[in-house]
């Protein structure tokens, strides 16, 4: 055995001197939560490897295989000493991390060094989350993800099978790393043992199902503490009535009865994790909503807290002071469950819902803990209940909100049949300002004041359109095998898909340990809404104090393709230099309901908004500089969606649907002759 290790210790040595990296960094960057820092800026500004003048010869170079579709960002620990089970030696290197909706997570070598035997990457180590046996002995089994046959369903999943995931649900958030302890954090959703036949069930103490927080040692995979999340038990008056959902006429043919386990099958914890605090007591914050939008059983958006004590490596849920719910701040109040009025209209102040998934965004942080995060749609009741509103909260999620926004179009935005939700993307706090960002599905942004007035309320600075007004769309539906067109947004319910939605957060370049802003910065935004143009605004500050965004556009690029979700960006920059915006899109296609094939791109930019092209005969414009796509129409791979692609030290890590991460950089044979970065792309794909 020892002589085996040493063999295949001399294979990976050997494999390092082959397959060096192309670039040296002068200072390693970590990749430890979504979207790079708790201010959700997007924005890696210690890039100094992919530049403007070698993005030209980006390729793919290696793909990291996974067990399952990645929701979940990947995460990026360099210089770090990792255990390899292959070897039995503990490893100081750079390692990405990834998670799968099957709750399989993997440690492999960041700069695809670890493949001892050809040209295959092997993971240091990889396993399926496992959980303790439901009859309560200290026997563990694998932790199995939930199949969508049990989720709830809204009209689209029972009378078309559209699903917006599709086939399981598992680790959905993207986790959160703690390096000073070696320790990451993440949700699962977890179904019954595979012994049992659970299909198209609701959860029961037979068949349960559970959102489960994990702490993962990254050293080796070993789990330190995992806890079931409590959320309470569903609507007293749905629980144990078979005809409870009766009224929503959803037909769905299941007819599942609420049970008084069901809350864990109702919610979805779908925004990215936030961790806040220090040793020895650490802070993670999940926000909940619901699976599709399913009216019933009725779900209500749920901010929760877990403590995680480093000494004794304990996860523990928060108690707060509300007699009625101490275990998460409720977005909506309980007792609501929607009851429909003939079938089509709504009681306003019953919608309950008020979900948290921002499109897999996570909440934002400021320097005091206070959190920040968006609803989508349901009952507003001002002070008290706060769908479609921009919401601050203290550390310690007491009901009494710190801060709120509800936009001026409340109403329209809470008349539940347009689903014209604000909380489809996530908040971004401005650095060196007291300002948070958001928009959603209107494609309007929102820039507020962090300090709340007399009333509690967050004031508005400005808002401004990010997209262009409502316009008919079309979505590509397959039914029993029938692909058609169809013009989506003339049907009343789905009015919304008419707006040109924000679903992947604007990006902004600057950093976020600013104090202030500099008295000649620069600073600018980029946001790609579904079925529209790239768009870059800039902010326009005094003196270094903070102001407010110029509403026109600086510069616009290309449009996304027809339907959801347009262009999930990220920045790259070396300081003020080399910047460079990258979007992971669909090709060709609406990935709404369905699973289609995808592309990279990158545009060169300057820190104002602005473009380095200069040839552009129609005025500012930001053009492509590269597409994965364009560099090799061969590189196939299903698009990730909301997943952001990942940048950090001469590599882009990129999720898909397809059982594999890219790996993107510039090859250490040198530069490659630059193809052309804005090819002709096939017509609509017919993937599933």
């Known amino acids: 055995m020892y002589?085996?290790?040493?063999?295949?210790?001399?294979?990976?040595?050997?494999?390092?001197?082959?397959?060096?990296?192309?670039?040296?960094?002068?200072?390693?960057?970590?990749?430890?939560?979504?979207?790079?820092?708790?201010?959700?800026?997007?924005?890696?500004?210690?890039?100094?490897?992919?530049?403007?003048?070698?993005?030209?010869?980006i390729r793919k170079l290696f793909s990291f295989q996974v067990d399952g579709q990645v929701y979940a960002q990947p995460l990026v620990v360099t210089n770090f000493p990792i255990h390899d089970t292959t070897t039995g030696l503990t490893l100081t290197r750079n390692v990405v991390f990834i998670a799968t909706m099957k709750n399989w997570i993997y440690a492999y070598d960041a700069d695809g060094l670890n493949k001892p035997s050809g040209n295959v990457?092997?993971?240091?180590?990889?396993?399926?989350?496992?959980?303790?046996?439901?009859?309560?002995?200290?026997?563990?089994?694998?932790?199995?993800?939930?199949?969508?046959?049990?989720?709830?369903?809204?009209?689209?999943?029972?009378?078309?099978?559209?699903?917006?995931?599709?086939?399981?649900?598992?680790?959905t958030s993207t986790p959160v790393?703690?390096?000073?302890?070696?320790?990451?954090?993440?949700?699962?959703?977890?179904?019954?043992?595979?012994?049992?036949?659970?299909?198209?069930?609701?959860?029961?103490?037979?068949?349960?199902?559970?959102?489960?927080?994990?702490?993962?040692?990254?050293?080796?995979?070993?789990?330190?503490s995992q806890v079931r999340i409590d959320l309470g038990t569903p609507e007293d008056l749905q629980v144990d009535d078979p005809d409870a959902c009766a009224p929503y006429n959803l037909h769905d043919p299941r007819k599942l009865t609420a049970t008084r386990d069901d809350a864990n099958r109702i919610h979805m914890q779908r925004a990215a994790l936030l961790l806040t605090g220090a040793a020895p007591a650490l802070h993670i914050y999940l926000g909940f909503g619901s699976h599709q939008d399913a009216p019933c059983p009725m779900y209500h958006g749920m901010m929760v807290r877990f403590n995680y004590d480093t000494a004794t490596s304990m996860l523990t849920q928060n108690r707060n002071a509300n007699n009625l719910h101490p275990f998460a701040f409720f977005v909506t109040r309980k007792g609501e469950t929607d009851p429909p009025v003939l079938g089509v209209f709504h009681h306003e102040d019953q919608l309950g819902k008020g979900g948290i998934w921002q499109a897999g965004n996570g909440p934002a942080a400021d320097s005091s803990g206070n959190i920040y995060f968006m609803t989508g749609n349901g009952t507003y009741n001002p002070g008290t209940e706060f769908s479609d509103n921009i919401l601050k909260l203290t550390p310690d999620l007491d009901q009494k909100v710190a801060g709120y926004f509800a936009p001026p179009d409340i109403k329209l935005l809470?008349?539940?049949?347009?689903?014209?939700?604000?909380?489809?993307?996530?908040?971004?706090?401005?650095?060196?300002?007291?300002?948070?960002?958001?928009?959603?599905?209107?494609?309007?942004?929102y820039l507020l004041n962090t300090a709340a007035d007399a009333n509690g309320k967050l004031p508005a600075v400005q808002d401004f359109w990010?997209?262009?007004?409502?316009?008919?769309?079309?979505?590509?539906?397959?039914?029993?095998?029938?692909?058609?067109?169809?013009?989506?947004?003339?049907?009343?319910?789905?009015?919304?898909?008419?707006y040109h939605h924000i679903h992947g957060a604007p990006v902004y370049w600057g950093a976020p340990n600013e104090t202030s802003l500099p008295s000649s910065a620069k600073r600018a935004l980029f946001v790609w809404?579904?079925?529209?143009?790239?768009?870059?605004?800039?902010?326009?500050?005094?003196?270094?104090?903070?102001?407010?965004?110029?509403?026109?556009?600086?510069?616009?690029?290309?449009?996304a393709p027809g339907g959801m979700p347009g262009g999930?960006?990220?920045?790259?920059?070396?300081?003020?230099?080399?910047?460079?915006?990258?979007?992971?899109?669909?090709?060709?296609?609406?990935?709404?309901?369905?699973?289609?094939?995808?592309?990279?791109?990158?545009?060169?930019?300057?820190?104002?908004?602005?473009?380095?092209?200069?040839?552009?005969?129609?005025?500012?414009?930001?053009?492509?500089?590269?597409?994965s796509y364009c560099a090799d129409p061969q590189d196939d791979f299903y698009f990730g969606k909301y997943v952001p692609p990942v940048v950090a030290n001469g590599h882009v890590y990129l999720a898909t649907f397809s059982g594999f991460v890219s790996v993107y950089g510039v090859p250490d044979s040198g530069a490659n002759p630059a193809p052309s970065p804005d090819c002709k792309v096939p017509s609509a794909s017919k993937k599933k």
């Open 3 to 57: 002589l085996m290790r040493i063999a295949l210790l001399a294979l990976t040595l050997s494999g390092i001197a082959a397959f060096a990296e192309p670039c040296q960094t002068p200072a390693r960057v970590d990749v430890l939560t979504h979207r790079y820092n708790n201010s959700r800026t997007g924005s890696n500004l210690q890039e100094t490897c992919l530049t403007w003048d070698n993005v030209g010869s």
């Open 121 to 171: 990457q092997v993971p240091y180590w990889g396993m399926q989350l496992t959980i303790p046996y439901p009859d309560g002995s200290t026997n563990m089994i694998s932790a199995l993800p939930l199949p969508v046959s049990r989720i709830p369903w809204d009209a689209g999943a029972a009378q078309f099978g559209q699903f917006n995931i599709d086939p399981w649900v598992g680790i």
């Open 177 to 224: 790393i703690d390096r000073n302890n070696s320790t990451m954090f993440l949700v699962a959703k977890v179904a019954a043992p595979a012994s049992r036949s659970c299909d198209q069930m609701a959860s029961t103490p037979e068949c349960p199902v559970e959102n489960r927080i994990f702490a993962i040692n990254i050293a080796d995979g070993s789990i330190r």
């Open 414 to 445: 809470t008349t539940d049949v347009l689903d014209v939700d604000l909380g489809s993307s996530g908040p971004l706090l401005i650095p060196g300002t007291q300002q948070v960002l958001g928009g959603g599905k209107q494609g309007k942004l």
């Open 466 to 498: 990010a997209a262009k007004g409502w316009s008919p769309s079309w979505t590509h539906l397959t039914v029993r095998k029938f692909e058609f067109y169809f013009p989506i947004s003339l049907l009343l319910p789905l009015f919304a898909t008419g």
């Open 529 to 559: 809404p579904e079925r529209d143009k790239l768009r870059s605004f800039r902010y326009a500050g005094e003196n270094g104090q903070a102001g407010k965004f110029i509403a026109k556009p600086v510069a616009t690029g290309p449009d």
């Open 568 to 627: 999930t960006l990220s920045i790259s920059a070396n300081g003020v230099q080399d910047g460079i915006l990258w979007a992971s899109i669909p090709l060709n296609d609406d990935a709404w309901v369905r699973v289609v094939r995808g592309r990279l791109m990158a545009f060169k930019i300057n820190s104002d908004g602005t473009s380095p092209d200069k040839t552009n005969p129609h005025g500012p414009a930001i053009t492509p500089a590269w597409s």
